[in-house]
């Protein structure tokens, strides 16, 4: 039985994981921790550091200020870490990187196994398509605390890499000149009970195209990161991700 540790646990996303995991077998949660009260069927309380109990795996989606204390937590254990709170700073990040030579770390932006698609779809795209310029509009629930949020940033990251080059431009706004031929513009939107959605356009003089992915349940996001925790059981230190949780199924197939 893989006893899974939730951190954020009395969040939107940490009740999800929870009940997906209740729902999975061969998994368990041993405890949450969130420093909002709450109940739940499985021990409680306002930090990882106050657990002594079982931890094979902890999955966090809390606020990026826990990065640390999640990873000590993984550290201390030597047990696998997925972290999919969004928003962390270059200090975090390289935190994470740090660790992950250490204990296996999955990292991604967006559990979501469509996401994980649409990244792929935007790179082969930017890679046919050099001169077309590319424009992410991300949409969100008006309690989304990040913007830009960590999927738009990861498929920017994507067409950047595809291309050898692009500037990543997030405020439009605040410019009174022409679009760059290398920007990749990013526009965010926040309203409502928006579970996300994400649009990128490629538009070049005559024609574009536009590929766009939509989550309509945060249960997709609380499957991938129940699979990320499993899929991490047994892995050697690194840094993982969805592409490698697919490139494996893939090759089962
Ligand atoms: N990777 C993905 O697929 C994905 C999907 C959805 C959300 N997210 C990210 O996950 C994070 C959480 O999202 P959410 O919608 O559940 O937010 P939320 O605000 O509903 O939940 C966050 C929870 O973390 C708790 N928390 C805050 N600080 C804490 C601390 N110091 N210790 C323990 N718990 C603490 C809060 O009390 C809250 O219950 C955000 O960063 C969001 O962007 C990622």
């Known amino acids: 039985m893989i006893k899974a540790v ?15 995991i209740e729902e999975t077998d061969g998994m368990c949660v041993s405890y949450g921790a969130d420093i909002a009260p709450g109940t739940a069927a499985f021990p409680v309380g306002d930090s990882l550091a106050g657990f002594t109990g079982e931890a094979d795996v902890v999955i966090d989606f809390s606020h990026r200020s826990q990065t640390e204390a999640v990873l000590d937590f993984a550290l201390s254990r030597s047990i696998p870490a997925v972290i999919a709170t969004t928003g962390q700073t270059e200090d975090e990040k390289r935190l994470i990187e740090a660790a992950s030579e250490k204990v296996p770390v999955f990292l991604s932006a967006n559990m979501s196994v469509g996401v994980a698609l649409l990244c792929r779809l935007c790179k082969e795209a930017a890679a046919a398509l050099p001169e077309a310029d590319a424009e992410i509009i991300e949409k969100h629930h008006n309690k989304k605390l990040d913007a830009p949020s960590g999927t738009a940033l990861m498929i920017a990251e994507g067409i950047k890499e595809a291309r050898g080059r692009g500037e990543v431009v997030c405020d439009r706004s605040a410019r ?10 990013i526009q965010s939107l926040r309203a409502g009970n928006i579970v996300g959605e ?12 536009a590929i766009s992915h939509s989550a309509f349940s945060r249960a997709v996001f609380a499957d991938g990161a129940v699979r990320a925790a499993a899929f991490l059981i047994g892995k050697k230190p690194g840094l993982y991700n969805m592409e490698k949780l697919l490139e494996q199924g893939e090759s089962r197939e």
């Open 6 to 20: 939730i951190n954020g646990a009395f969040g939107r996303m940490g009740r999800a994981v929870a009940e997906k």
């Open 198 to 209: 994400h649009e990128v356009l490629f538009a070049l003089g005559n024609e574009h195209i």
């Open 176 to 185: 009174r000149e022409a679009r760059g031929r290398d920007e990749i513009g």
